[in-house]
């Protein structure tokens, strides 16, 4: 479905005088600022839409599909994208978990993107789940597994996945494992490191040579009491062992409580070796909840991380790391979550991308913890919305996307064409 450009435009009319009020404050009180270099890192910034995160069905426990209107099948998936990315100008890429969305028809679906000016980011493989019809069972693990013939199906579906993402023009695979083990004695570490770095080599080398593998961790699930890539330290180790085109990927939900994520991005960086995010929040665990719901000025820190580590290594910042939401929805319009998590990340990076970052270098030189805070507060606790808005502004968006859905009532359009029992696929 799209949105006639007239809606966008009597939206942004009937605001555009608070807008600008709003703005001009920012000038006068950050003047030291390049305000319009910071505006237009904010239109090149790009989050990719996972094609799980568009149908309702958050919980591990069971499913419940409130919202009706749900995509039914992969073009529906990416019109949904479309209409974030017509909403925000800030979701241009799709992120397809294989088998979950596979395209029959690779021309058509490119065609459906393009229509949308959607792109094609990493493809994410599925060993996690035993599949119909697949030979053996992923029940004790994937890549890890002591029996080689189930190793060789995991290292075959990642195989196809490469394929499926090339002829898409995807330029990444991500690997999540759920391998590890529930009790003490179940698993020999070593040797299930080791069969894991075997699997992942004979995967990586039919890697084309522009893509990259991001390696991602978690802590602990399925597996209760070791996960064989459980935490960057071994992901890093694996993206080190296999080569120049291996990466770690930090999924914000996957640390155990009070992590310090900001440090770990650092350092992932200063070795060239971070390879992109799943954005999300958590107050317990992996919860999947929307970006920036729970911990934001965790979210703040982590990108002004992010922003002084890029610069420093002369990193384009929207194209040389992957950005990604991985979120489950179980009370929210799905949409409206992603909107949500969308505007939470972009206003992360705006906040970064204001620092003082002379003034801060100054402050750690001279060990002066007080000022160096109080840098960092006082950027995150002053409002720079309206810069995020000034970028969907010169992108032809909306001012304020999620008013904008609920004024054009596009759940209940989204309904009336495709039904109140949908179910996403995938879920």
């Not at 995509?71 to 088998?99: F, M, T, W, Y």
């Not at 160096?372 to 000034?390: N, W």
């Not at 859905?405 to 989204?414: C, E, F, G, S, V």
Request: aromatic fraction near 8%.
């Amino acid at each position: 479905m799209n949105i006639e450009q007239k809606h966008i435009a009597q939206h942004n009319d009937s605001l555009i005088s608070a807008h600008n009020r709003k703005l001009a404050y920012l000038k006068e009180d950050f003047p030291q600022h390049d305000l319009e270099r910071a505006i237009q890192k904010l239109v090149d910034f790009q989050i990719a839409i996972p094609s799980w995160a568009l149908g309702t069905g958050g919980t591990r426990f069971g499913r419940f599909s409130i919202i009706g209107g749900e995509p039914r099948n992969i073009e529906e998936k990416i019109e949904d994208v479309g209409l974030l990315h017509q909403l925000n100008a800030s979701s241009g890429a799709i992120s397809l978990h294989i088998p979950w969305d596979i395209p029959q028809d690779v021309a058509k679906i490119k065609e459906v993107a393009g229509r949308f000016g959607l792109a094609f980011d990493a493809v994410n493989s599925n060993t996690f789940q035993d599949q119909r019809d697949a030979a053996h069972s992923y029940k004790f693990g994937s890549l890890q597994h002591v029996d080689k013939a189930v190793r060789q199906q995991a290292i075959a579906h990642n195989i196809e996945v490469i394929k499926q993402g090339d002829k898409l023009g995807s330029k990444a695979l991500t690997v999540w494992l759920a391998d590890g083990s529930c009790f003490p004695g179940q698993l020999n570490f070593r040797r299930a490191f080791e069969n894991t770095l075997q699997s992942l080599e004979e995967i990586y080398v039919q890697l084309p040579p522009d893509w990259k593998m991001f390696v991602e961790y978690k802590a602990f699930e399925p597996n209760f009491y070791s996960t064989t890539i459980g935490d960057w330290g071994q992901s890093l180790l694996l993206a080190s062992k296999l080569g120049n085109q291996a990466y770690t990927l930090v999924d914000l939900g996957h640390h155990l409580p009070n992590a310090n994520i900001e440090q770990i991005v650092s350092l992932l960086l200063m070795e060239g070796k971070l390879g992109g995010f799943h954005f999300n929040d958590s107050k317990y665990g992996d919860d999947d909840l929307t970006t920036g719901s729970i911990k934001p000025y965790q979210l703040f820190l982590i990108f002004n991380e992010l922003v002084e580590g890029m610069d420093a290594r002369e990193m384009n910042h929207a194209k040389d790391l992957g950005w990604m939401i991985d979120a489950s929805h179980n009370v929210k319009d799905p949409l409206e979550d992603l909107l949500q998590s969308v505007e939470a990340i972009m206003l992360a990076y705006a906040q970064a991308l204001m620092v003082d970052r002379p003034a801060l270098n100054s402050a750690q030189q001279r060990n002066d913890v007080v000022r160096a805070q109080e840098i960092l507060q006082h950027t995150f606790r002053t409002d720079f919305r309206p810069l995020v808005a000034e970028a969907r502004l010169r992108a032809n968006a909306a001012l304020s996307p999620l008013a904008l859905y609920r004024d054009l009532d596009y759940r209940n359009q989204l309904i009336r064409k495709r039904g109140k029992n949908t179910t996403s696929t995938g879920l």
